[in-house]
């Protein structure tokens, strides 16, 4: 799929579908991370929908702009993304979770196509998207490397290492998103580790930074083309604020929605006002 530029309509058709999909697997288990996949939607509907190229019947494809997904306990987004997509074939969204299946809870590259590493003990994805990005530039290949870490995994020492070594190497191949949707499994990342001024810091460790209200799809666009066309020799860093459980109201407004039970009632509801919200 070449680069192309879509409306914010159409955009944000693409995100309805993505947070749709990942209701529609959430329902399958009864549980699951739904809340991130609600909110970081418009950040993969922007990646996969408009930004990256790729061939979804070639998910290998040398070509390919690499998307490492470093906090693996949101594969049911990106799963969401890759059935958009059209990596994934949508009749599979109901085997999300079982055994032979190739989407599995947390995101396993052997698994599943368009899943470039495997997830699961967070803290990595940065480190692993320099090496890819390096190992890029080193075959003089145009293409980038698109990696999505998440603010509790602003508490792990790699991450900085990596943040360090991005910029050491100039790797300008390389646009990360941090989802700070606020959240972590033990309560809200600023209050368990504090993290601000975070554009302070991802700047002057080197990166070209723009925040963004990551749930504001024109906004979320502009900055990945921003951070595409930056002309200087840096890693770019895209910090996203979102909101978890965005797009379904009774999903927003709970407290704890790290790891969600939804009564099985309640995803007609939760469908329902995905529904209302696309038509408002
Ligand atoms: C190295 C490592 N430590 C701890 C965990 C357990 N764990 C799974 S999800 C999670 C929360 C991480 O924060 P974040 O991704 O921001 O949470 P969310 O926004 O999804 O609520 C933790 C601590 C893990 N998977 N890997
Ligand atoms: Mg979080």
Redo the contacts with the bound molecule.
């Keep these: 799929m070449e680069t192309n530029t879509k409306s914010r309509a159409e955009l944000a058709e693409h995100a309805y579908r993505i947070r749709r999909n990942a209701l529609l697997m959430g329902e399958v288990q009864g549980q699951g991370?739904v809340?991130?996949a609600l909110d970081i939607a418009d950040v993969l509907a922007v990646a996969y929908c408009q930004e990256m190229k790729f061939r979804p019947e070639d998910p290998e494809w040398d070509g390919r702009d690499r998307f490492l997904l470093s906090?693996?306990?949101?594969a049911i987004a990106l799963y969401a993304a890759l059935i958009e997509a059209g990596i994934i074939p949508e009749e599979e969204l109901e085997t999300y979770g079982s055994d032979d299946s190739r989407l599995p809870m947390s995101g396993m590259a052997s698994y599943t196509p368009g899943m470039e590493m495997s997830g699961?003990?967070?803290?990595q994805g940065l480190t692993i998207a320099v090496g890819h990005a390096l190992g890029l530039k080193h075959k003089n290949s145009d293409s980038f490397v698109y990696t999505l870490f998440?603010?509790?995994?602003l508490d792990?020492g790699a991450v900085w290492e990596a943040l360090m070594s991005a910029a050491h190497w100039k790797l300008d191949n390389m646009i990360a998103i941090v989802?700070v949707?606020n959240?972590?499994?033990?309560g809200p990342?600023s209050q368990i580790m504090a993290f601000e001024p975070l554009t302070e810091k991802m700047e002057a460790f080197g990166w070209f930074t723009q925040r963004v209200d990551g749930n504001d799809i024109e906004a979320v666009a502009a900055a990945f083309e921003a951070a595409r066309k930056h002309p200087e020799a840096k890693p770019r860093m895209i910090i996203a604020d979102t909101l978890?459980g965005c797009g379904v109201p009774f999903l927003e407004e709970r407290e704890k929605n790290?790891f969600i039970r939804v009564d099985e009632h309640e995803w007609q509801l939760a469908l329902s006002a995905l529904e209302a919200g696309r038509k408002a």
């Excluded at 906090?71 to 949101?74: I, S």
């Excluded at 699961?120 to 803290?123: A, K, Q, R, Y």
């Excluded at 998440?150 to 995994?153: A, K």
């Design positions: 991370y809340g991130q906090n693996g306990h949101y699961g003990s967070l803290g998440s603010d509790g995994e792990e989802d949707n959240q972590q499994a033990d990342s978890m790290h």
